[in-house]
């Protein structure tokens, strides 16, 4: 995979899930779906910010200069603790990028909170 460590575990999760979207070579599409190589945000000390948007997903809202509506879906439901901090993990530390891997415990201490934080939404209102 382009200047990504493909013997690393995340690298197939990373292939099955996310390079549709972002590429193989971590590229992505200018306007679209960002670059994940040599992205800033990425590469912070704390990867809280990064474990979420893959356990959640988010949405690139439409604008009048940007019209159409793009959707990253959360992978919660599909990848176990031990996957998201792979590919996480890979994301981190491929095309360039050089931040700090990530463990299984981290993203279930977030998967746990955002779990808690919805049943606490859902059940005050």
Known sequence: MWQGDDSQPG???YLDNCAACHRSDGQGYARVFPA??????????????LINLVLQGDTLVAT???PSTF???GFAWRLSDREVADVVTFIRGSWGN???PVSAHDVAK??????KAAYQDNHHR
């Open 11 to 13: 690298a197939a999760i």
């Open 36 to 49: 994940l190589a040599g992205n800033p945000v990425l590469q912070t000390a704390d990867a809280t910010s």
């Open 64 to 66: 009048r200069t940007a």
């Open 71 to 73: 959707t990253m879906p």
């Open 98 to 100: 050089q931040a700090a």
């Open 110 to 115: 977030l998967r746990t909170d955002a779990m």
